[in-house]
């Protein structure tokens, strides 16, 4: 019975497959760019909090924070929903029609309105007959 655990990757790893990997590759380094935000941010903040927290900015820092916390929170969400954007992003490109059926569907619509013209033009002309411009070779009134 092999048990296999799932470690974590850190940003900086992810950041470093991601630029590795293709397939993963915009995901992971979106992910793994947005980590390493948070963790220097998370750093920077602690920081912060140790060396004022006996001074009358730690009630400004702890709201810093937690806005902080609130918009990271709201990162990681769109980050999350990052794959599931492009794939549906791949979809509406697949749907896209063709360039040559584009072409083909115009061939076809110019073919049926040359026939179209074609016939209407013949059926026009065929009704009324333009007289010659020559004199006629026989006489044309009839004989008593």
Do not use: C, H
């Not at 900086?12 to 793994?32: H, I």
């Not at 920077?44 to 730690?58: D, K, M, P, W």
């Not at 749907?95 to 110019?110: D, M, Q, T």
């Amino acid at each position: 019975m092999s048990a296999k655990a799932e470690t974590r990757l850190t940003p900086r790893e992810r950041l470093a497959r991601g630029l590795t990997y293709t397939a993963v590759g915009p995901v992971d380094v979106t992910r793994g760019v947005v980590g390493l935000s948070v963790n220097g941010a998370q750093s920077t903040a602690s920081e912060l909090r140790r060396r004022y927290r006996e001074g009358r900015l730690a009630r400004e820092l702890a709201a810093a924070q937690a806005t902080l916390a609130q918009e990271l929170a709201a990162a990681q969400e769109v980050v999350a929903g990052l794959p599931q954007a492009l794939q549906d992003a791949r979809r509406a490109q697949r749907r896209r029609p063709r360039p040559w059926v584009i072409a083909g569907a115009a061939v076809a619509v110019l073919g049926v309105g040359a026939i179209a013209f074609s016939i209407v033009r013949r059926s026009v002309r065929g009704g009324r007959e333009e007289p010659s411009p020559l004199p006629p070779s026989v006489e044309v009134q009839p004989r008593p």
